[in-house]
């Protein structure tokens, strides 16, 4: 009897705690999984169920509604996205039409739907917060002169990240009058923007067209792509001039402020052309074609099928980074190691790089390094000669261009193989400029999955370029611009360039080329008359016999001796005794009558880099450098 | 010969009897009539490159009501003027019902700028205006949840009737007594078979999903998304794995399921592959492939998405292997009996 009064007691105990507890739908979630898209995530035109595995919530059905990762994982239930707009209870899945990510910590989505909300109070059109307040599809497209609800399909919010979330984050204290107009305000008082796309379309006479097929900016009221800038050429993309209108259903621009920023996006419609055919669930890349198939977006939630759409995208939050733009290496060395590396403006140096022991020059190729953090339109290296003051007017200086004539090539993610292998081109314009969004994504995989390319070059100066002094003093400095404002590096980097193989100018040994020696006149001087601005070493060689037999004398650097001849630039202008040689260094066997040989090499110590634009490999090397030799007989028994 | 002429007015008539009919359509009465026996509307706008529209604008719009043959039957601002709408609102299910009456049964991509429609609701050209709550009311759902496919059953005076009957029900009547709609339906003997944009597994009698044929007077699903679609594709949720969704409907008054077409949301590459504008037959592949339904148009690109579908089928006629009548057979026997003895 005890044992049944203890089950009972225990089975009142059970529902008293389950009853307290509560519904554990999974609209009570509050600690959803969203880490795991912080690199990227999606949402699905259907409804499926993943054959194998399961989400954080244990249910294999997957909603057009969820927030999916690239990596297989749902990061969020449509119910945790509408949460707090119903006290934790949603009423349903209203499904996900656009999403930007602005904190994954804190929980901040922006996001659109597919329908309206049950009870009224925003439709499928508003711009929602997961905290739970949005901004209606009226104030979004009134720059546009449009007054209706036009949907929306698409989002991606433009600024400094710190600038976004405090936009949102005031939202509820903001327009109290009204969103229409407010919005712009606000938007521009912040410097941020929101792109977007609608679901409409609104064609009229005497004004521009509005597509749904368009990127648009709520803060300025401006296109910010059509679709003919979108899709390439091949695409019968644009209304009216080239005939369809693809419509635009996800959009993500990765970088924060950008001069030509590259956008990703899927569109409502496929393409079945020859060339360029894409579904409506790939991603698109703005110009390039598809970067990322369907079917492997989808892939790792193992559906039945091997397409499901593609609804929303969104590459997640920015990575944490360096504020200050700067110049961290010169020709493959940390400018901590240059003299003059980083001075103040005008400062000394003698643009010598610390390597190997001796202080060394650049040349050929001289890849240059640093930081470009978000927040900046373009960069450019500047250089003037280490005796010019920098010019008053930033832009009137003169920047270390590769244009694209030059075919530089760079090594980035390919979406539709998962793996670095695609590649994308990087230049700059004539003056040097390049586009700090590209270079971010390119070097930092900034909006992409991975990192394909970590060491990109700010710029490679091509030393022997025209206009450039080939064994001059330079000093280079990093200059940006954000809007139409030029930015300068407040130091100077001292950079010498050496081109110039050491000149040999002279051979000799006793008696002169071709004179005949025996075992009596060993060993011989040799002397030489060799010139370099950054002489490193020489070193003999001495050759011949038969079988022929060679031996290498060890490297004479010009510190090496304080006895020998030889200095920083060489033999000082002179021919000057550098060492002997002698028979006995060759093998045994190879010292018959015969022919015999002296190899002066002598080498620079300049940092030499290379550079393959089309597969952007910068490999470098030490020096530059010049060989002579001089012959003579030679008879082991004597002459 | 006596009994030749006896057989030729039996003849005639059988003719009649077994001929595939028109539509009925007062030709040239309206623009509507070249939708009478096919009519589309596509995702997204696109030029025509074919027959100039009357209106002289080449740009077709994603929510006009267009025909089979390259023509446009109606201007999407021409489905809405009931409602004092001006700007396009898209179009996502269509049914025509008289095309001397300029009837069209629709719903839109877009809520009305006015509030008095929204893209859920069931539209018609007369101004009717039937809110997506009623058509769900025997799914006890609660809220908008879309409407995507649209298909009007049961015999055509009873449709017309009920559209008659329903012509002076405001919107907001419908909000005060949803469950108005079943019973007026059922008086009529007539149903509205509807997809939905959204899923709604909870809060319904039975889980639904926009891959769905729903019925609104019996509140039953009339086909799962796994009946609408061939065996070789995985539809249908939790068994198969993928819901495809249900883009457009269309079908004879009748309600004959197997006499359905349809589109889908999303495309399938498998076996049967198809897309998601191709027109396709009920569980057995593709009917028109979607270029085919553009070319009149002559559209730059040869896709543009369907997402809305009207088709024209009078009942088949019952065949010889089928139900026909005796007293047919037998005149029908004659009639081939006659034309192989001609040649």
Not at chain 1, 433 to 441: G, N, T
Not at chain 2, 88 to 107: H, Q, T
Request: charge should be negative; hydrophobic fraction near 40%.
């Amino acid at each position: 009897m005890r044992r049944i009064i203890n089950t009972l007691l225990l089975v009142v105990v059970l529902i008293a705690t389950l009853v307290l507890m509560g519904p554990t739908g999974v609209g009570s979630q509050t600690t959803y999984p969203l880490e795991e898209c912080a690199r990227g995530c999606f949402s699905t035109e259907e409804d499926f169920m993943m054959m194998k595995g399961e989400p954080y919530d244990g249910n294999p059905y997957i909603s057009d509604g969820d927030l999916l990762s690239f990596t297989g994982r749902v990061c969020a239930r449509n119910a945790d996205l509408l949460s707090r707009f119903y006290d934790g209870r949603p009423p349903a899945d209203l499904g996900l039409d656009a999403v930007d990510i602005l904190h994954v910590k804190d929980r901040i989505i922006a996001f659109s739907t597919e329908l309206d909300d049950p009870r009224g109070r925003f439709t499928a059109g508003d711009l929602l917060f997961t905290p739970g307040y949005f901004i209606p599809n009226r104030a979004l497209v009134y720059p546009f002169g449009i007054t209706h609800d036009i949907g929306l399909d698409a989002l991606q919010f433009r600024g400094p990240e710190d600038k976004v979330l405090a936009f949102v984050r005031s939202i509820p204290n903001l327009c109290a009058n009204g969103w229409p107009g407010c919005l712009q305000s606000q938007l521009k008082e912040r410097g941020i923007d929101i792109w977007f796309s609608v679901e409409g379309t609104v064609i009229r006479a005497g004004a521009p067209s509005i597509l749904d097929g368009y990127v648009l900016s709520a803060a300025y009221g401006t296109i910010i792509a059509k679709q003919d800038a979108l899709l390439p050429n091949v695409v019968p993309a644009d209304i009216p001039q080239r005939g369809v209108d693809f419509g635009l259903d996800a959009l993500f621009a990765p970088e924060i402020v950008t001069r030509v920023p590259p956008i990703y996006f899927s569109t409502e419609i496929l393409f079945r052309g020859e060339r360029l055919p894409f579904t409506d669930g790939d991603v698109l890349l703005r110009g390039d074609g598809v970067v990322l198939r369907n079917e492997d977006a989808i892939k790792l939630f193992y559906p039945a099928a091997n397409f499901l759409g593609l609804d929303a995208l969104d590459a997640g939050g920015p990575p944490p980074e360096e504020k200050v733009p700067h110049i961290t290496h010169i020709g493959r060395q940390t400018v901590a190691n240059i003299n003059g590396g980083t001075v103040p403006v005008g400062g000394a140096g003698t643009g010598l790089a610390w390597y190997g022991s001796y202080w060394r020059p650049f040349g050929r190729y001289v890849a240059i390094h640093g930081e470009i953090p978000s927040g900046i339109d373009q960069f450019r290296v500047a250089y003037r000669k280490h005796d010019e003051a920098r010019p008053a007017n930033p832009a009137t200086a003169k920047g270390i261009a590769v244009v694209s004539g030059a075919g530089w090539q760079v090594e980035e993610y390919n979406l539709l193989m998962s793996d670095c292998s695609g590649w994308a081109a990087y230049y700059s314009d004539g003056d040097g400029w390049y586009d700090a969004a590209e270079y971010r994504r390119l070097e930092s995989g900034v909006g992409m999955p991975a990192d394909c390319t970590s060491q990109l070059a700010l710029t490679v100066w091509n030393s022997q370029g025209p206009g450039i002094d080939s064994e001059g003093h330079y000093r280079i400095w990093l200059q940006w611009k954000i809007g139409a404002n030029i930015y300068e590096e407040a130091f100077d980097h001292h950079v010498q360039f050496d081109n110039k193989a050491p000149e040999i100018l002279d051979l000799q040994i006793p008696g002169g080329a071709c004179a005949t020696y025996g075992p009596d006149d060993m060993p011989i001087m040799v002397r030489a008359n060799f010139y370099d601005a950054h002489f490193l070493y020489y070193r003999l060689r001495l050759f011949g016999g038969n079988p022929p037999s060679s031996a290498w004398y060890p490297p004479v650097y010009h510190d090496t001796s304080a006895v020998d001849a030889v200095g920083p630039t060489g033999t000082g202008g002179a021919t000057v005794n550098l060492h002997t040689v002698d028979m006995s260094v060759l093998s045994a066997g190879s010292v018959v009558t015969c022919a015999y040989g002296i190899m002066l090499w002598v080498e620079d110590s300049t940092i030499y880099g290379g550079f393959d634009p089309i597969t952007n490999q910068l490999p470098w090397a030490t020096t530059y450098e010049s060989w002579k030799e001089i012959t003579f007989d030679y008879m082991p028994y004597g002459p | 010969m006596r009994r030749f002429l006896v057989l030729i007015p039996l003849v005639l008539a059988l003719a009649l009897s077994i001929a595939p009919r028109a539509a009925p359509v007062c030709q040239g009465q309206t623009r509507l009539a070249a939708c009478a026996e096919c009519a589309f509307s596509t995702e997204e706008d696109f030029l025509s490159h074919g027959p100039t529209p009357p209106d002289g604008n080449p740009i077709i719009s994603d929510g006009d009501l267009l025909s089979c043959k390259g023509a446009v039957c109606m201007r999407n601002r021409e489905l809405v003027q009931r409602f004092d709408v001006t700007v396009d609102m898209g179009l996502d299910a269509v049914d025509i019902l008289s095309v001397e009456k300029e009837l069209v049964a629709f719903s839109t991509e877009l809520n009305s700028p006015h509030g008095n429609f929204y893209h859920g609701d069931l539209l018609t050209t007369s101004g009717a205006c039937i809110p997506n709550v009623a058509l769900l009311r025997l799914f006890q759902v609660s809220g908008d949840r879309g409407l995507d496919a649209i298909h009007f059953v049961g015999k055509l005076d009873d449709i017309l009737g009920f559209l008659d009957a329903i012509q002076r029900i405001s919107r907001a009547e419908w909000l005060r007594d949803p469950g108005k709609l079943v019973t007026m339906l059922k008086e009529h003997q007539v149903d509205i078979w509807f997809s939905i944009e959204g899923t709604e597994r909870v809060a319904a009698t039975t889980a639904i999903y926009d891959g769905d044929i729903l019925s609104a007077a019996n509140g039953t699903v009339v086909a799962t998304n796994a009946d609408l679609m061939h065996a070789s594709v995985p539809a249908g949720i939790p068994k198969r794995g993928i819901d495809y969704g249900l883009d457009a409907l269309s079908g004879p008054r009748s309600g004959r399921r197997e006499e359905l077409r349809l589109s889908t949301e999303i495309l399938h590459r498998g076996e049967l592959a198809f897309n998601d504008g191709d027109i396709l037959k009920f569980a057995n592949g593709i009917a028109l492939r979607a270029e085919e339904l553009y070319k009149p148009f002559e559209p730059k690109a040869d896709f543009v998405g369907t997402d809305a579908f009207y088709l024209y089928m009078e009942e088949k006629p019952m065949t010889v292997g089928g139900f026909m009548p005796h007293v047919l057979k037998y005149f029908q026997q004659r009639v081939q009996a006659l034309r192989r003895a001609e040649r």
